[in-house]
């Protein structure tokens, strides 16, 4: 069959282009830019006006929508992407008389919706079971694979020593994993005429778990010992979910204490047999390295905002707290001259404050770890030999620097 797939460079999308070729099926992948497969490639971005679909669904059996975005920024609105995107790609289906169109829409996406997420969603599928086309949506529940974003949060999560669960984490969920959402999707494209015309089908796990039972299956996939819990007040969530970062804003808070959950019984008949559990999400083999990447998930932003303090607090005690007289007096035994000891008190303090920010800021950075690797080195040297006192000083203001140095090595072997 020839399938016209949008969000194809995605977590699911590119999961399911990935099984329509295995199957034998050709995908013509619609999205902003190519995913880099080599597949047939549509320009469509769903931000902006809709492509001529006409001109690119003749000879196409059908079409998969799996474009989606958890929360809004300034270019990318769940009316936009989530609604009249989608709508002018199933109008054009409809149009077209394309056979068969499956839209991914999330379990939740109902009358009762209170997020933007699952109103948007929910807007376009009952617009697009309005038509007149053979077409279905599918409802995943929360999807787990390798790739996923928000699995990877949620492995990050369970491998914290101890976990924070919010309100004690008693929310109802029902978590699928990704090879199932996928193979279900493959089988409805392929599906007879008519089979699941009209239906709203949940993709969820085998049975509903909770936030907490969910957190310590994952941590037992990765081969962790069940973690200490401790709950976080609803009101304390409440406010976080409100400043609106990481995995969880007032919409995925809402989200989840409103519970994710549903019968399996669609699922189990699409895919021939029940899905998995939970306790066989992450795959046996994988698991040493998927703990170092979750573990590394939480210990590497924990050394950065080490890092960050120690240069932030050093340039403040610098230039606000040490007594000025001490700190020339130092810069003068260092050898420093006269005229310059100011513009290098406050150059140093600047330079800092200035890493402690950059530390901070996202991203790979090799280039400054390497640089503040060579003032650590600098400084000491300096100090070193020009103050040797402080080699013998009980606190060490000198050793000290040795695990600072190897720390920025292990942050830069990281960001390669
Ligand atoms: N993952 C889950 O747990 C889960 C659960 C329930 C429902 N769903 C739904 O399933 C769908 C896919 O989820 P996912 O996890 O695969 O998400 P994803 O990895 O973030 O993929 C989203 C896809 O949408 C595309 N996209 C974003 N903005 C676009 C735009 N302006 N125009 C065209 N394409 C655009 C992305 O393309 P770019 O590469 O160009 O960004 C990407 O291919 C979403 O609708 C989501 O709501 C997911």
């Known amino acids: 069959m020839r399938i016209l797939l949008t969000g194809s460079s995605g977590f699911i999308g590119g999961r399911l282009r990935e099984a329509l070729q295995a199957a034998g099926h050709e995908p013509i992948c619609a999205g902003r830019r190519p995913d880099g497969s080599g597949c047939r490639f549509v320009a469509a971005d769903f931000a902006g006006p809709p492509p001529r679909w006409s ?6 059996d059908a079409v998969v929508n799996t474009v989606g975005i958890f929360r809004e920024t300034p270019g990318a609105r769940f009316a936009d992407l989530h609604v009249a995107g989608p709508v002018a790609l199933f109008e054009a289906c409809a149009a077209a008389g394309v056979r068969r169109v499956v839209q991914l829409s999330a379990l939740g996406a109902d009358d009762e919706a209170e997020s933007g997420f699952h109103r948007s969603k929910h807007a376009a599928d ?20 390798e790739g996923g974003a928000s699995s990877a949060a949620f492995l990050t999560w369970a491998s914290l020593p101890v976990l924070p669960l919010p309100a004690g984490g008693r929310q109802a969920i029902q978590p699928v994993h990704v090879d199932e959402v996928v193979a279900a999707l493959v089988v409805l494209i392929e599906a007879p005429p008519g089979r699941w015309r009209g239906r709203r089908i949940a993709l969820v796990g085998p049975e509903p778990t909770t936030l907490a039972a969910y957190l310590q299956g994952l941590r037992a996939g990765l081969g962790l010992a069940p ?45 021939g ?31 950065r905002l080490a890092l960050a303090t120690l240069w932030l ?10 007594p000025r007289d001490e700190s020339l007096a ?13 513009p290098a008190l ?23 770890w390497a640089l503040q690797a060579a003032l650590v080195l600098g400084y000491s040297a300096v100090i070193g030999v020009a103050l040797p006192e402080f080699w013998a000083h009980p606190y060490g203001p000198l050793t000290k620097n040795l695990p600072i140095l190897a720390l920025l090595v292990l942050l830069w072997a990281r960001d390669r």
């Open 126 to 145: 009952r617009r697009l079971l309005a038509l007149p086309l053979d077409a279905c949506v599918v409802m995943p529940s929360l999807v787990f694979g």
């Open 227 to 271: 973690a200490r819990t401790v709950t976080v007040p609803a009101p304390l969530m409440a406010a976080v979910a409100a400043a609106g970062t990481g995995l969880l804003d007032r919409d995925a808070w809402r989200m989840l204490q409103r519970g994710n959950t549903a019968d399996a019984q669609d699922l189990t008949t699409l895919i």
């Open 313 to 322: 607090v050093t340039a403040w005690v610098s230039l606000f707290v040490f």
């Open 330 to 342: 130092l810069l003068a035994r260092s050898g420093v001259p006269e005229a310059l000891r100011l």
């Open 273 to 303: 047999g029940p899905p998995r559990p939970v306790a066989a999400f992450v795959p046996h083999e994988l698991a040493p390295a998927l703990r170092t990447k979750a573990e590394a998930g939480w210990t590497v932003p924990l050394l």
């Open 55 to 60: 001109e690119h669904l003749d000879g196409v």
């Open 346 to 368: 406050f150059g140093a303090a600047g330079l800092d404050a200035v890493f402690g920010v950059a530390t901070l800021w996202p991203g790979r950075h090799r280039r400054l």
